[in-house]
């Protein structure tokens, strides 16, 4: 097992510096805002009646992330597309944000295609490659990510940059002040996180666990965020659930099978400002059900007065308990081989010969 508090085992795992990439998040965050705000969008953009935001992965997830804050206001739906193309009905009417960090996800590229030729308003979102050509060549906004590291780790830019391009289009109400909170607090996280036992001590918690986290509310996607970032950081199998969702199904299939109950551990984060209170209730009773069958369990309760600081302190935790976690697993929480592994298998297929 590495020794959180060595030097080496840092120099040894994580070679390229994701804990430093970590420690700034709240400059990222306030670099996409920025660069948000500050991209000329059509003035017929503004009359969007729905939001598609496509891509993949860590650049897919703060589509989510602002779908659920903008829940808590009078704002266009928003959906997120994981997938090929774009849903039927995403026409002229349809603001599409295609986000892909390397501009070269193929999934994220087919979306951008499908907008083009229907007509929808597309802005991209990406630091390069192809869609960033594909952008410029037909005239479509972009914004840039300046952002070096992993997809990811981007989420600055996932999030606040499709935050501050929403309030550009006023389809949103004014975030400014809740980014400047959001940014302080994560400030005084990162030096938290960073330099003392917290988010050491719940990861130690958690190694050698089936880890399960539940969300609510604006917390849904960030649980999610929570269970990619053990996927993708420590290598390790995590699963999210949301409620009141849980409460219908999920919790009857606690009592088996009896040996990965006995190494599960539930994360429930608490957003209780921001929560029904019947849903406050039910994580109640429902943490009183995972007791009753012996289910460990613990809550992480949101830091912040605004939702996006709630959000985003829940968030930040998460990915400092996944990056310590992949050390004591022994692993560098910066590559993820068997991505690139099934990207190439997927180019060979492509460029096989048909028989």
């Known amino acids: 097992m590495a020794d959180l508090d060595a030097p080496e085992t840092y120099r040894r795992l994580d070679p390229s510096g994701m804990r430093g990439r970590m420690s700034s998040l709240d400059q990222q965050c306030w670099e996409a805002w920025q660069a948000a705000r500050s991209l000329t969008l059509p003035q017929a953009y503004r009359s969007a009646k729905q939001v598609v935001v496509a891509g993949m992965g860590g650049s897919a997830i703060g589509g989510d ?7 808590l206001e009078n704002a266009p739906p928003i959906v997120c597309w994981r997938d090929y193309g774009l ?26 295609r499908a907008a083009l030729e229907r007509g929808c308003k597309a802005v991209a979102v990406t630091s390069g490659g192809r869609l960033r050509a594909l952008a410029l060549e037909n ?21 606040l940059g499709l935050l501050g391009l929403l309030q550009g289009l006023s ?31 719940m990861a130690r918690r958690l190694q050698d666990r089936l880890v399960v986290i539940y969300g609510a509310g604006i917390l849904q996607a960030v649980a999610r965020r ?28 606690l009592p088996l099978p009896r040996v990965l109950k006995g190494r599960a551990r539930v994360i429930l984060l608490l957003a209780p400002d921001f929560t029904h209170p019947r849903v406050t209730l039910r994580f109640q009773i429902t943490q009183d059900i995972l007791a009753k069958e012996g289910v460990q369990a613990e809550e992480v309760r949101a830091e ?26 022994d692993a560098d929480p910066s590559p993820v081989p068997v991505i690139d592994y099934l990207k190439a298998a997927l180019t060979r297929a492509a460029q096989a010969p048909e028989l």
């Open 87 to 112: 849903p039927q009905w995403a026409g002229e009417d349809t603001l599409v944000v295609v986000s892909s960090y390397s501009g070269e996800t193929e999934e994220s590229l087919s979306a951008f």
């Open 139 to 159: 005239g479509v906004p972009l914004l840039p990510i300046t952002f070096k590291g992993e997809p990811r780790s981007a989420v600055g830019w996932s999030l």
């Open 226 to 253: 929570w269970k990619t970032q053990i996927n993708e950081n420590a290598k390790a199998w995590a699963f999210a659930e949301a409620l009141p969702e849980l409460n219908h199904n999920s919790i009857v299939g």
């Open 65 to 71: 992330l602002v779908s659920d804050l903008l829940s």
């Open 171 to 201: 389809l949103c109400t004014d975030k400014e002040e809740s980014v400047k909170e959001a940014v302080g607090v994560l400030q005084g996280l990162a030096a938290r996180y960073g330099s003392t036992e917290e988010a050491k001590v």
């Open 304 to 329: 912040g007065k605004g939702p996006l600081a709630q959000v985003l302190s829940t968030l930040c935790l998460g990915d400092w308990v996944s990056y310590y976690l992949a050390l004591l697993y």
